[in-house]
């Protein structure tokens, strides 16, 4: 089962294009999901560009991960 492969119009990565993908279609799974550092970091206008892809996804997961613990407790 192979999916098509698209490239993320945000961090520039490929990902596969899977039927039950939520988001965009031209965006990877990662720059799909919603982004709780947006009402945080007020920069972000500033920041179209990321940085660094990479960089950008870390702190993005990190951000999720601690929304997620602290809604868990
Ligand atoms: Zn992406």
Redesign the pocket.
Known sequence: MAFPIKV??????E?ELKPDKPGFAN??P??SEPEPVDSITKQSVDATEPRT?REV?EARRQAMRDLLYRKDS
């Open positions: 993320c119009v945000v961090c520039s990565e990902f965006r990877c990662e720059c892809p996804n």
